[in-house]
């Protein structure tokens, strides 16, 4: 059975820092495209970064600069390390691992609670 969790979100000041984690199991992520994204009360569900399986990495404008994704394949898991973060940031944000090629796959953790207060 396939499992994707996340942890580390809290409560912040703005212009502090959290490093969320996603720990996957009965997959291997690093044959995944895995992205993060996150869901602000009464907004949609937005991209916020991802990793490829070789590595590369891509972001929203929004979080550019501020915000880094990485993978430790030998723990299976992918963080998302959030500096400078803003009142904005406050969401709640999810870990997606997604596989394009046969057999597709596409997995969803259930999110884990980021706020920041101003």
């Known amino acids: 059975q396939v499992q994707v969790v996340e942890s580390g979100g809290g409560s912040v000041q703005a212009g502090g820092s959290l490093r969320l984690s996603c720990a996957a199991s009965?997959?291997?992520?690093?044959?995944?495209?895995m992205r993060w994204y996150r869901q602000a009360p009464g907004k949609e569900r937005e991209f916020v970064a991802g990793?490829?399986?070789?590595?590369?990495?891509n972001y929203a404008d929004s979080v550019k600069d501020r915000f880094s994704i990485s993978r430790d394949n030998a723990a299976n898991t992918v963080y998302l390390q959030m500096n400078s973060l803003k009142p904005e940031d406050t969401a709640l944000y999810y870990c997606?691992?997604?596989?394009?090629?046969?057999?597709?796959?596409?997995?969803w953790g259930q999110g884990t609670q980021v706020t920041v207060a101003s």
């Open positions: 990793i490829t399986s070789s590595g590369l990495t």
């Open positions: 997606n691992a997604y596989r394009g090629t046969w057999p597709s796959s596409n997995y």
């Open positions: 009965g997959i291997t992520v690093r044959n995944y495209v």
